[in-house]
């Protein structure tokens, strides 16, 4: 299929997972799973960037065809990585949150 003709450029975010590996278990294959389709993402200059991105949430801009099955391919023309907002550790001040916390039993002696 010719993805000048018959491609619509999209951006979609979702997860980069490895779908193929061969003997040396390097990735052969590998895919966007978005909320609503996967799409197989297809070789080009940006193909190995993006598979040392596997298992990263992504934002993509590329050609997305169809094929008869259904299968969904996209030819990737640019990326951003997206931050995972529960890893983002500095705006937490760990001793703000320890003061903050109660102890129900404070000042009790510990018995083993």
């Known amino acids: 299929m010719d ?4 491609a619509l450029e999209i951006t979609i ?3 980069l997972m490895a779908s ?20 197989n993402v297809e070789q080009n200059a940006l193909w190995h960037e993006l598979v040392d991105l596997c298992d990263t949430q992504v934002e993509v801009t590329g050609m997305v065809t169809e094929e008869k099955d259904g299968t969904k391919r996209i030819l990737v023309t640019d990326y951003e990585p997206l931050e ?4 983002d550790d500095d705006d937490i001040d760990y001793y703000d949150l320890y003061e903050g916390l109660s102890f129900e039993n404070e000042g009790d002696e510990l018995r083993c």
């Open 3 to 6: 993805f000048e003709n018959d």
């Open 84 to 87: 995972d907002m529960d890893s």
């Open 13 to 15: 975010s979702g997860l």
């Open 20 to 39: 193929e590996w061969d003997n040396d278990d390097d990735i052969i294959d590998f895919e966007l799973s978005a909320d609503d389709d996967s799409y």
